[in-house]
């Protein structure tokens, strides 16, 4: 066990050495390491000041009350509102990239019954750490960031409807296995009221209105959106970085390097594959649906399995693992993307 907390102490800090290596052995990466190592270096950041600083999983309730109820709400409505209405009725890619992530989640959900031997509470934890990435903190900095202020709408499209996908499967799934005890109609109803008030969808819904309407919000009220903007990412990634410190990795099973493997290379390729295969969707598009699909597995995995009581060490060790993982499989495809290697029509 020591050994195991001292190696999961050093793993950022090896994502990052490893960056900067890189770095000094291939100058072509210089680009992507400009992006990639600021990113991930922040929540290299945010993991090590967690561990030089004794403070409880309490201390970050006001952060992720900020990022999630204010600074990633303004994000979403700063870079939607202004954007051409008939662009975000994309029905097509909407389609096409949340079948991915369901397929995505029927892979590790079938890898998840094999290896907990039928148990369908623990296979549906199973399945959103290999289908649900990190597109809440992680999503939007990182996509905007490759690919400019015109990644914003596919951004927010891909949140909205694979957490509507997501928080409708889980809740029906544990009603099935009997963890959760409610009848299918109240799983229904808190289904609905969770995806309703959900202050990321609220605000994507406010901004296609605002869309809609040509609406513009006065000087002093669009400045103060402006800096929750730019506050958003950072503090998501630092906050991140916080809370996979306080996510010790105690138990291993044998599934997870197949829940990473799924959820890291599966997923983007699927998403790859089958848009490239269906039409022109564009370079910027295209890009972000398959680096959204590349993130690691959501907080939501643990969130999700402590609600349920159930596979609750493991999922908070996927985060941990499929993170410092990340570090690796994202740089690679921001560098792959940002020499157009990957064709985004086939």
């Known amino acids: 066990m020591p ?10 800090l090896l994502g990052v050495g490893a960056l900067l290596a ?24 945010g993991y090590f000041c967690a561990r030089q600083f004794d403070v409880d999983e309490s201390g970050l309730r006001w952060m992720n009350i900020f990022i999630v109820y204010v600074a990633l709400p303004a994000l979403f409505f700063n870079l939607i509102s202004v954007v051409p209405l008939e662009k975000l009725a ?3 890619f909407v389609g096409v990239t949340t079948s991915c992530t ?10 998840g019954l094999v290896a907990s031997k039928g148990n369908l509470a623990e296979g549906a934890i199973q399945g959103v750490a290999g289908a649900y990435s990190n597109i809440g903190y992680m999503g939007p900095g990182l996509t905007l960031a490759a690919l400019g202020p015109q990644a914003a709408v596919p951004t927010a499209l891909i949140f909205v409807f694979d957490s509507i996908l997501l928080f409708t499967l889980v809740p029906f799934l544990m009603a099935l296995s009997g963890a959760e005890h409610m009848s299918l109609g109240q799983t229904a109803r808190l289904v609905a009221k969770r995806i309703l008030t959900h202050p990321f969808n609220i605000a994507t819904f406010v901004a296609v209105c605002a869309a809609y309407a040509h609406y513009v919000p006065p000087p002093a009220i669009g400045k103060m959106l402006s800096f929750l903007q730019n506050a958003a990412a950072p503090c998501a990634l630092f906050t991140l970085g916080v809370t996979v410190s306080l996510r010790p990795i105690r138990r291993i099973s044998a599934v997870m390097p197949v829940l990473t493997f799924i959820k890291l290379v599966v997923h983007p390729t699927l998403v790859w594959m089958i848009l490239s ?59 792959l993307m940002g020499n157009s290697y990957i064709p985004w029509v086939l």
């Open 102 to 111: 369901a397929l995505a989640f029927a892979m590790a959900l079938g890898a």
């Open 277 to 335: 295969l269906h039409g022109d969707f564009g370079r910027t598009w295209t890009y972000t649906a398959m680096l959204m699909a590349s993130l690691p597995p959501a907080l939501n995995v643990f969130v999700l399995a402590q609600q349920y009581h159930s596979w609750v060490e493991r999922a908070s060790a996927v985060i941990v693992i499929g993170t410092v993982v990340s570090v690796f499989t994202v740089t690679l495809l921001l560098y």
């Open 90 to 92: 994309n029905w097509q």
């Open 22 to 45: 890189l770095g000094l052995l291939a100058p072509a990466l210089e680009g992507v390491l400009n992006l990639a190592l600021p990113f991930f270096g922040l929540i290299a950041l």
């Open 3 to 12: 050994l195991r907390r001292f190696i999961a102490s050093l793993t950022p």
